[in-house]
């Protein structure tokens, strides 16, 4: 079993569906906003998480991450309210942009990092589809206000790279990351 340094109810929807076998500990850290390079403060970011819940519990291996959405070399992270919900649709809307998603292993007084890209290309938006869509309230908590797995998937024109990142969780990045690690996500004696 893990440690998953995380609030997301994604992040742990996706790693249940993989069978993982996990708690979650929120950390209480104070994230990178902006001076660095997205792609490593999303690196940054899950560092950090999984640092503060491995200095709590040190016998257990950690999972931090963070996801950023970025645009033209900006990052757009969870909506303060819905009237910035709407100005990020508004910038995302009809354009293609980027998800990031730092990961991170602290297990064994160790720390492995990597980051999973994915390219999200978003149909054109009206000014009232935008104020709908965020009228459902889907858009909060979400980087870049948006939940590809839910009502604004119908205007997710094409993607490549992996969906569960957008999600939140790049599960292929993370099993991979975990097996450099030496980290089993699910216990071998019981079923998945």
């Known amino acids: 079993m893990f440690i998953l340094a995380s609030a997301s109810p994604r992040r742990r929807a996706l790693l249940r569906q993989i069978g993982a076998r996990f708690v979650s500990i929120t950390p209480a850290v104070d994230e990178v906003k902006d001076g660095e390079h997205p792609r490593d403060a999303v690196i940054h970011n ?35 309210d819905a009237a910035e ?56 908590g979400k980087a870049g206000a ?14 490549h790279g992996s969906f569960s990142n957008v999600v939140g969780l790049p599960l292929h990045a993370v099993a991979a990351l975990a097996r450099t690690a030496g980290v089993t996500m699910e216990d071998a004696d019981e079923p998945a």
Do not use: C, N
């Open 146 to 159: 948006y939940a590809i797995q839910g009502r604004a998937a119908i205007y997710i024109e094409e993607m």
């Open 46 to 80: 899950a560092l950090i998480k999984a640092r503060k819940v491995a200095e709590e519990y040190p016998e257990h291996a950690v999972l931090g991450a963070d996801t950023s959405v970025v645009l033209s070399g900006q990052a757009f992270g969870k909506p303060k």
């Open 85 to 140: 919900a709407r100005s990020m649709l508004a910038l995302l809307e009809g354009r293609q942009h980027t998800v990031l998603t730092g990961i991170a292993w602290v297990t064994g007084g160790r720390e492995y990092t990597d980051a999973a890209e994915t390219i999200v290309r978003f149909a054109p938006m009206t000014a009232a589809e935008i104020a709908a869509y965020v009228a459902t309230g889907e858009p909060m």
